[in-house]
């Protein structure tokens, strides 16, 4: 399979293989991705669901708790589950299929998205030839949040199916940093106020987030806290590849990363290459961590070919230019 870039989306937008219900924004299309959008449509519900052999709107219909108009904007509660219509509706025919994750940003304020189309087996893939709705499963983990129509949450790259068997060039492992003595990780502090997620540069850090400098290069991630680290490496994904961060099993750590992330092509693609960040979370017991400590698996796939538009300063990428940054709603530490 091959991955689309910019001008394949814009193509199928085109040809209204991706429909689009609301007002599109250009700077949805990223280099190789499609950022969704919200809709008015919102629901609390009583659980999640993998819809299988039904239609979403069955299920909503039964587990709804109650219905959120998000044309204005609306809290989502901490650990309550919600329901959202997107934007962006699919036609796609027997050639294209996609996968969904949450955007960086979603990750990093430690919401958990999942998308959900009718009738599917799996959250965030797209079978061939879907043609239908796409939802959004959100659930706040750190923070309630205050969300409106509109706000994209997470993203979609698309693929085109009999062009190259296998896309796939390598894979790469990713560790930790952590260094005694500095800032090496954000801690979420519990019972915070809500965070307005079209609020930019916003929010102090220390109304939400303790720091963490560790004596030592290691420390201990302590049971159902979520914690925001870089990695050791630097990273650089050049025009022609994407990139996929697939978090390491329980057989590696009894933690988890909590997002599998997406890499557009030109992440950084300078001289030194840019750490990517990772969201972590240990459950059962405490667990040690410490410099060095392979967490993810980095996974290298072609495109279907190279991109004139990459990620950086030029498209105004929110984290081009991070090392250990809190997501865009935090103001930036002078």
Request: hydrophobic content about 40%.
């Given at each position: 399979m091959s991955i689309l870039i910019k001008k394949n989306i814009e193509e199928l937008i085109k040809k209204k293989i991706i429909l689009i219900t609301s007002s599109f924004n250009k700077s949805q299309i990223q280099p190789a991705s499609l950022d969704l959008t919200l809709s008015s449509n919102c629901y609390r519900i009583k659980a999640s669901f993998i819809p299988n052999n039904k239609k979403v709107s069955q299920l909503i219909e039964s587990l709804a708790l109650s219905k959120i108009n998000l044309n204005n904007e609306n809290l989502l509660e901490k650990n309550c589950i919600y329901l959202c219509e997107l934007n962006e509706h699919l036609n796609l025919n027997n050639a294209y299929s996609a996968k969904s994750n949450p955007k960086s940003t979603t990750g990093r304020l430690d919401i958990f998205t999942r998308l959900i189309t009718d009738y599917g087996k799996e959250y965030d893939v797209v079978d061939r030839g879907y043609n239908g709705k796409l939802y959004l499963e959100i659930i706040p983990q750190s923070f309630s949040i205050i969300v409106k129509k509109g706000l994209s949450l997470n993203q979609i790259r698309f693929y085109k199916d009999h062009l190259i068997i296998n896309s796939f060039i390598k894979s790469q492992d990713i560790s930790?940093?952590?260094?005694?003595?500095?800032?090496?990780?954000?801690?979420?502090?519990?019972?915070?106020?809500?965070?307005?997620?079209?609020?930019?540069?916003?929010?102090?850090?220390?109304?939400?987030?303790?720091?963490?400098?560790?004596?030592?290069?290691?420390?201990?991630?302590?049971?159902?806290?979520?914690?925001?680290?870089?990695?050791?490496?630097?990273?650089?994904?050049?025009?022609?590849?994407?990139?996929?961060?697939?978090?390491?099993g329980d057989n590696f750590g009894n933690f988890r990363v909590h997002y599998a992330g997406f890499f557009d092509p030109g992440f950084g693609n300078n001289k030194l290459g840019t750490p990517a960040v990772f969201e972590l979370r240990a459950y059962d017991t405490p667990f040690y961590v410490e410099n060095k400590q392979k967490v993810a698996r980095l996974n290298f796939y072609k495109l279907i070919e190279k991109s004139i538009n990459t990620y950086g300063k030029k498209i105004k990428s929110n984290y081009h230019n991070q090392k250990l940054k809190l997501a865009k709603q935090f103001k930036n530490v002078k």
């Open positions: 930790i940093y952590i260094k005694k003595n500095e800032i090496c990780a954000y801690k979420a502090i519990k019972n915070t106020s809500a965070i307005n997620l079209n609020k930019l540069n916003h929010y102090k850090i220390n109304d939400f987030w303790e720091t963490i400098i560790p004596k030592n290069n290691n420390f201990i991630i302590e049971k159902d806290e979520f914690y925001i680290l870089r990695s050791l490496e630097n990273i650089k994904i050049k025009d022609t590849i994407a990139a996929e961060l697939e978090p390491f």
